[in-house]
């Protein structure tokens, strides 16, 4: 079966540019999260997403950051207007709930940020 | 302010000898615990989760322990095997209301010799 699959596995980009990351999750879970970690940290929590709404973006660092699940599947990470300090390793995570019991997260494999 | 805490960057351990990993957290709102297993260039992977209402959960070769009074939970795993090199995460969850939502601790690099 397929797990979280991510795309893509590495962007460059230059300070000020746009970008997309993007999320597939685990078909049927209606959890979706967002993480980044930075070089030599843990993931940091970013937004939980149930169904197609953000039930919790308080992690989402300014307003240059925004996520987007609009079917209740597959989620865009977008951050405007890049700066070095955005470099890092966004990682997905899905579970088939994110209420009721504690459902274990399924991570991908993330997209490495390069942002010169 | 880090809400997780894992002191030790990196632990060496021979195979076949046991590796204890310690992990130390301030929010007393969390209720339940996970470890995950990293490998470079591969998301973390679920390894094992405690309870607050726990002090022990054992899995094969793996055992976490809780102590919610001193707010410190540890990993053990044994007999240690190379294939157990890898990026340990202790993390935790204040719970269902709260999405589960997860910190982390910054890791712990094992390097587990032959």
């Known amino acids: 079966g397929a797990g979280v699959s991510q795309t893509p596995s590495n962007k460059v980009t230059e300070k000020g540019k746009y970008v997309e990351l993007r999320c597939d999750p685990i078909?049927?879970?209606?959890?979706l999260y967002w993480y980044r970690q930075s070089l030599g940290q843990g993931p940091e929590f970013l937004i939980y997403?149930?169904?197609?709404?953000?039930?919790?973006d308080s992690g989402l660092p300014n307003d240059r950051f925004f996520a987007v699940r609009p079917e209740g599947s597959v989620s865009t990470l977008k951050i405007q207007r890049t700066e070095r300090g955005d470099s890092a390793v966004y990682l997905c995570?899905?579970?088939?709930?994110?209420?009721?019991?504690?459902?274990?997260?399924?991570f991908g494999p993330g997209t490495r940020l390069t942002v010169l | 302010d880090q809400q997780v805490k894992q002191n030790s960057p990196s632990l060496s351990v021979q195979e076949g000898r046991i590796s204890i990993l310690n992990c130390d957290y301030t929010?007393?709102?969390?209720?339940?615990f996970l470890w995950y297993k990293k490998y470079p260039a591969e998301g973390p992977t679920f390894l094992i989760s405690?309870?607050?209402?726990?002090d022990k959960n054992e899995d094969g070769r793996f055992t976490v322990f809780l102590n919610k009074s001193a707010k410190h939970l540890s990993l053990h795993i044994v007999p240690s095997q190379p294939g157990d090199s890898a990026v340990y995460f202790c993390?935790?969850?204040?719970?269902?209301?709260?999405?589960?939502?997860?910190?982390f601790g910054a890791g712990t690099i094992l390097r587990v010799k032959s």
């Open positions: 929010n007393s709102m969390f209720d339940y």
């Open positions: 993390a935790a969850s204040e719970g269902r209301e709260y999405g589960n939502k997860l910190v």
């Open positions: 997403f149930q169904g197609t709404g953000a039930a919790d």
């Open positions: 405690i309870s607050s209402i726990k």
């Open positions: 995570a899905s579970s088939l709930s994110g209420t009721g019991i504690y459902n274990e997260q399924f």
């Open positions: 078909s049927g879970h209606t959890a």
